[in-house]
């Protein structure tokens, strides 16, 4: 059973770099696709964007401008950084496993999910 | 606002039939996922590939495509499927992952 958890501060000053890291357990990272999603609070899901296990990377066209994602095979890792965030960018974060079927991309393993609040 | 439009709020008599549905323009050459999420929980797959339940998911969740609309239906819909309903799928451009604003089933 592959298993997700992101770790990292739960508290980011506005303007600074959000930085948060998953790690899998339970299976490899050298396959599939490996996404970052949020929820603000009162909010729906947003998806932040998917790197593969090749290392290629697809963002959200509306935060590609401050998004990275990274892979670190070694530790069976992803990693999200987010620059420049303000207090819209408060949120529950989720990493997560994705797949394809007949051209759809679903997600189909989640993490628990972490909160991070953007606050001076 | 999302290029995925679902109903924000559907309520359902207990053990009746209820369909909630996600409009997009994607939807006619993409198929939907359909996602579950309790309060406090992580989001769970309920429906992919327009109608693929994961394992573990009940046969009462089921899914379905008609034009620029997909729609996830619940036969026989129990206190325990209360939640927060999301479509997803890829946008018109299929570049990328899109999320639908999402339903709150509520059970009554």
């Known amino acids: 059973q592959v298993q997700l958890q992101e770790s990292g501060p739960g508290l980011v000053k506005p303007s600074e770099t959000l930085s948060l890291t998953c790690t899998v357990s339970g299976g490899s990272i050298s396959s599939y696709y490996w996404h970052w999603i949020r929820r603000p609070p009162g909010k729906g899901l947003e998806w932040i964007g998917y790197?593969?296990?090749?290392?290629?990377?697809n963002y959200n066209p509306s935060l590609k401008s401050r998004v990275t994602i990274s892979l670190d095979t070694s530790k069976n890792q992803f990693s999200l950084k987010l620059s420049s965030v303000t207090a819209a960018g408060t949120a529950v974060y989720y990493c997560?496993?994705?797949?394809?079927?007949?051209?759809?991309?679903?997600?189909?393993?989640w993490g628990q999910g972490t909160l991070v609040t953007v606050s001076s | 606002s999302s290029e995925l439009t679902q109903d924000p709020t559907v309520s359902v008599a207990l053990g009746q039939t209820v369909r909630i549905t996600c409009q997009g323009d994607?939807?006619?050459?993409?198929?939907a996922n359909w996602y579950q999420q309790k309060p406090g929980q992580a989001p769970v797959l309920v429906i992919y590939?327009?109608?693929n339940r994961p394992s573990g998911i009940p046969d009462r969740f089921s899914g379905s495509t008609s034009g620029n609309t997909a729609s996830l239906t619940i036969t026989g819909a129990q206190a325990a499927d209360e939640a927060d309903y999301y479509c997803?799928?890829?946008?018109?451009?299929?570049?990328?992952?899109?999320f639908g604003g999402g339903t709150k089933l509520t059970v009554l």
């Open positions: 590939g327009q109608n």
């Open positions: 790197i593969s296990y090749s290392g290629g990377t």
């Open positions: 997803n799928s890829r946008d018109s451009s299929g570049n990328h992952l899109v």
């Open positions: 997560a496993r994705g797949s394809t079927y007949a051209g759809t991309w679903y997600v189909d393993y």
């Open positions: 994607s939807l006619r050459y993409y198929y």
